[in-house]
């Protein structure tokens, strides 16, 4: 495992977060994911630390209400989030890791038909 250190694009937002050296990341196509390009990292809450920013921070949710998109205030990028499909993890956008030159893995995932995807990422936030 590696930390990873990332956050928003003004700086006022900043974490780390334990995961693999290669990660494997998701490309989903639903409505939000789709318009922001966001590549999911969906990893336990207990391999995520916040370090900068709680108060910087704004939320937004639709639909169900079980996801919370956090947002920072300042520059609007969301470089982590509480997931639907996760709820007991958190999904950090890997494209907001300081590291640029990730070795990673992008898999897609079928947003659009949520309901009948949405369990193929139960097990990410399971403890390894």
């Known amino acids: 495992m590696t930390l990873h250190t990332g ?6 937002v900043r974490f780390e977060v334990e995961a693999p050296e290669h990660l494997i990341v998701q490309d ?3 409505s939000i994911c789709g318009k922001s390009g966001y590549l999911h990292l ?3 809450q207990a391999s995520f630390k916040l370090t900068q920013g709680q108060g910087a ?3 937004y949710s639709f639909g169900t209400h079980v996801a919370r998109h956090l947002f920072c205030r300042t520059c609007g990028i969301k470089s982590f989030y509480i997931p639907r499909s996760n709820p007991d993890g958190v999904d950090v ?3 907001c890791l300081d590291n640029t030159d990730l070795n990673m893995t992008i898999e897609p995932f ?3 038909h ?3 995807n949405a369990d193929a990422l139960a ?3 399971k403890p390894g």
């Open 7 to 12: 956050g928003c694009h003004c700086g006022a």
């Open 28 to 30: 989903c196509n639903c």
């Open 42 to 44: 969906i990893v336990p």
């Open 57 to 59: 921070l704004t939320t």
């Open 93 to 95: 956008n890997a494209r």
């Open 110 to 112: 079928d947003g659009r």
């Open 114 to 116: 949520w309901e009948e």
């Open 123 to 125: 097990h990410l936030s």
